[in-house]
């Protein structure tokens, strides 16, 4: 099956295979669903390597994001700049970390970049309020919100410096047994 | 600052599960003058882990690493370009492993392809979350156990059985009459002279007239020996070790299921500690799609937050309660419960004459339909009512919400089984005449006057049991569900509004099919086919639960998380097999079979058949067989196997202590370097004042 295509050359496949959690058949696949987010710029003919980046308004429509409220961020932490432009092979790495094969030290990876809203490598209140937020649709009163991050950050600091760095954020995620199926996205 | 750089940081005290060096890759970025702690640092060269391992695992750490693709790739070209040097018999097992590993990567796809459901599965956890699709998960194993079940019961009792019938070849071996007992061997299940049309479709719901004489039910079985020349196949036994192998079966798939689902609470230390940042933090389900979920999901972590808010009220007020209140408060839910136990002893007595009721009338118009069903309308009734008036009740009680979940949950799990418990010491009372004076049990050792075929009459009582409960299910669906739909979205009055769209409540669907799973267990021994018949029934109940899940339904807003109502699920299942697993013991061993039909006519006790088969084998099995049954096996083994258990016990409380430990280091640690980081800018401080100076 895969003897036919020209997207990729063999040696590129097999390069994809080895670094990411996807067969030959999911990887041409998710060049399909690359392309068809901008055809005109997604050229079919990936052999040469070409340098196409999709920007991040593109990305965020696709069906398996498009409602999901941490979806700016997730485009965010996987791309190159920061920005949300995504090549290629950015968008690969993005959807074998949301895998169901993506280990969980992994995950808790990419899932500390995504809370961290203000790019600091620490998980403080402020980033901590943005989340509860985009969790609760803003719904919660600012007092139950105060309430919920002081609680948080509680559990789950460890050091004492009131704010969660990676350690604290992964000791944390480690007792969270839903934490592998709930970070999951399926494409 | 490109934050990927970050990671090509090496620091000097990289304490978070990774080293760092990254001598000798490309992108190495300038930062700031303080390393940064709490990036995460990985293991740059991945061949000091790997020196001696096969290739596999250096794939496998390359997928793991949490880099930008172009730098994965980078890493495995240096790591083709080291051809470690190796002699002829390691390439050839290398490039083996290789092969495997991409001939397994294969097979897991198209197996994954070919489970059963796969899409219309994730569909529902797309839409509905996960604990939603727990219950279809469950049902989908309990499809295939059934299915499998049918197959083993298929080929060692049924096939054999269909074969001997056509062939008619077998003996069948008279027994021996006493005296008084011609009375016993007295059996005519098909009905004498002209009948009425319609009794062939109440037949059909009750399992009577033409159904009751077929291979559905235990009495149409012979108890032949087949002998053929050199081959002799003897089915009374075939038929006994059948149900004692799809009983353990099935003991075995659950406990293997309940094994993987009970390593993830393991593994994460089991305790629900740190509740609102693991709500935060892992809530969100990622996998959901479309609009209205996402809007229900965001509604249903609110409520969630709320109800932990208002958990920690209860819990402050309860505990700044006075002596007095407290006194009062305890002695009120003691006298609830008081109340609850009334209520379910009301619905066992209940249970206990519908049953005797309907048993010792038996005709066959159409009235006599009602009559039979009885049992079964009245256990449904029960578990119906009962637990709505313990909600209720439970209101009064005012315990944590979590709290009273669980309670009810629990409730409803004992009444549902108990009920079914009821219901089958009233037949065996019967059966066995423990309710009169013995008198019409002399001469058989069993109820003959009333149960000419008593197994039968069992298995029917089960596929009575089982029959109501599949129309339940669609009637319910068909005048309740769907109607409330319609009135609900056409009517706009405040109360209606309020009252609002079904919910589809997990744990009460995953009881129904706890109980009916429970109901084919016992009746499997007296109803051979009542597992495929199972099967049936479950898979149009996944399309009916689908479809009215997708048209009818909200999510609830008190959810279970889907791990730990998993292993509540299959426990419950489990306390259902030891039911029906009791109920087995007691008919093999205990109770006279039938005279008059059966595999087991000629005998005094069903279990007898293997003790008289064992002579037959060959003597080196028989004293092997000996030797396993005999002291000299099973204390050694006894005492083995406890040996095994206080290593497991005493290994599991080494790993929760060394959690701890390890735990309280880490906090050390932090404050250390908080200390030590408060004295590094005391030092360069004073150092530039005295530069300055």
């Known amino acids: 099956m895969g003897n036919k295509q020209t997207i990729f050359t063999d040696e590129q496949l097999d390069a994809y295979q080895d670094c990411t959690f996807f067969t030959r058949k999911e990887i041409l696949r998710l060049h399909g669903r690359y392309h068809e987010l901008a055809p005109h710029l997604v050229p079919m003919d990936y052999t040469e390597e070409p340098d196409v980046k999709l920007p991040l308004a593109l990305i965020v429509n696709m069906p398996e994001l498009k409602e999901n409220p941490f979806r700016n961020r997730i485009v965010e932490s996987f791309s190159e700049d920061g920005l949300g432009n995504l090549s290629f092979n950015d968008f690969v790495d993005m959807f074998s970390v949301l895998s169901e094969m993506a280990p969980r030290e992994l995950k808790a990876i990419y899932a500390f970049k995504i809370y961290d809203f203000n790019v600091d490598n620490y998980i403080c209140k402020e980033d901590l309020e943005k989340t509860l937020n985009k969790l609760t649709r803003e719904e919660l009163t600012a007092e139950e919100v105060n309430l919920v991050c002081e609680k948080s950050i509680e559990e789950a600091d460890l050091d004492g410096d009131n704010k969660l760095s990676f350690a604290d954020f992964e000791n944390m995620i480690a007792r969270a047994p839903d934490f592998l199926s709930t970070f999951h996205i399926r494409i | 600052m490109d934050f990927r750089g970050s990671y090509a940081e090496g620091s000097a005290a990289g304490d978070y599960g990774y080293q760092g ?202 108890n032949t020996e087949g002998i053929t020349n050199d081959f002799s196949y003897n089915i009374p036994l075939a038929y006994l070790l059948t149900a004692a192998f799809y009983s353990i079966f099935c003991l075995i798939c659950i406990v293997i299921r309940m094994g993987s689902v009970i390593r993830v609470t393991v593994k994460t230390g089991g305790r629900t500690v740190g509740g609102y940042s693991m709500l935060v ?144 010491i009233t037949l065996w009372s019967q059966i066995t005449c423990s309710t009169e004076d013995g008198g019409t049990c002399l001469p058989c050792g069993y109820n003959h006057t009333l149960y000419q075929c008593w197994e039968t009459r069992v298995g029917q009582e089960m596929y009575k049991l089982a029959m109501f409960d599949f129309l339940t299910v669609i009637a319910v669906m068909i005048l309740v569900e769907f109607p409330r739909r319609m009135v609900v979205d056409s009517c706009s009055w405040k109360l209606v509004k309020f009252v609002g769209r079904q919910e589809f409540v997990v744990p009460q669907n995953v009881l129904g099919l706890v109980y009916g799973q429970t109901v084919v267990w016992i009746g499997a021994l007296f109803c051979p086919l009542l597992p495929v018949i199972n099967t049936v029934k479950f898979i149009i109940i996944f399309y009916c639960k689908k479809m009215t899940l997708f048209y009818n339904c909200q999510p609830a807003n008190r959810t279970f998380r889907s791990t730990s109502s998993n292993f509540f699920f299959l426990l419950v299942l489990l306390f259902g097999w030891i039911l029906a697993a009791f109920t087995l ?109």
């Open chain 2, 281 to 424: 933090f892992t809530g969100w389900d990622y996998g959901l799609q479309g609009d209205r979920a996402t809007k229900l999901k965001q509604n249903n972590i609110r409520y969630k937050l709320q109800v932990d808010l208002e958990e920690e009220r209860i819990k402050l007020k309860a505990a700044s309660l006075t002596l007095g209140q407290t006194v009062g408060l305890y002695s009120l839910r003691a006298f609830l419960n008081l109340i609850v136990l009334g209520l379910i002893i009301g619905a066992f007595i209940c249970i206990f004459l519908a049953t005797q009721f309907s048993q010792t009338n038996r005709e066959t118009d159409f009235l006599s339909l009602v009559v039979q069903y009885l049992p079964s309308i009245v256990i449904t009734l029960a578990n119906f009512v009962v637990p709505f008036l313990c909600d209720q009740i439970a209101l009064l009680e005012k315990h944590a919400p979590s709290t009273t979940i669980i309670l009810a949950l629990l409730r409803a799990v004992f009444l549902r089984l108990a009920s079914l418990g009821v219901l089958l």
């Open chain 2, 21 to 222: 060096a990254p001598e000798s890759l490309r992108l190495r970025q300038r930062l700031s003058a303080v390393p940064d702690q709490s990036s995460p640092q990985f293991n740059w060269n991945p061949d000091h882990t790997s020196e001696n391992e096969e290739g596999s695992s250096d794939r496998q750490n390359l997928k793991e690493l949490p880099l930008p693709m172009e730098l994965k790739k980078a890493i495995r070209q240096v790591q083709q370009m080291k051809v470690p040097v190796v002699s002829g018999w390691q390439s050839w097992r290398r490039s083996k492993s290789k092969t495997l590993k991409r001939f397994r990567e294969e097979a897991g796809g198209i197996l994954a392809y070919v489970a059963l459901w796969r899409r219309n599965l994730q569909k529902i956890g797309g839409h509905f979350g996960g604990g939603v699709q727990s219950y279809f998960l469950f049902l989908r194993f309990l499809v295939v156990l059934n299915f499998f079940s049918f197959l083993l019961i298929a080929s060692f009792v049924l096939v054999p059985s269909i074969i001997f019938h056509s062939r008619s070849s077998g003996n069948n071996s008279n027994i021996n009459i006493s005296a008084g007992q011609e009375v016993c061997t007295y059996y005519e299940p098909n009905p004498q002279g002209l009948v009425d049309f319609y009794t062939y479709f109440i037949d059909l719901l009750t399992g009577t007239g033409f159904m009751e004489y077929s291979y559905l039910f235990y009495g149409y079985y012979n």
């Open chain 2, 585 to 693: 013991i007691y008919s093999v061993a205990a109770i006279h079979p039938s005279m008059s039909c059966g595999p087991f006519r000629s005998l005094t006790m069903m279990w007898s058949v293997v003790p008289n088969s064992f002579h037959s084998l060959s003597s080196s099995t028989q004293d092997f067989l000996h030797y396993i049954g005999s002291q000299a096996f099973s204390i050694p083994l006894f005492v083995l196997s406890c040996v095994v258990l206080s290593y497991m016990a005493a290994l599991a409380s080494v790993y929760g202590q060394s959690v701890s430990l390890l735990k309280a280091q880490l906090k050390l640690e932090g404050r250390d370097k908080q200390f030590l980081v408060k004295q590094i800018e005391e030092l360069s401080l004073a150092s530039r004042k005295r530069q300055d100076c």
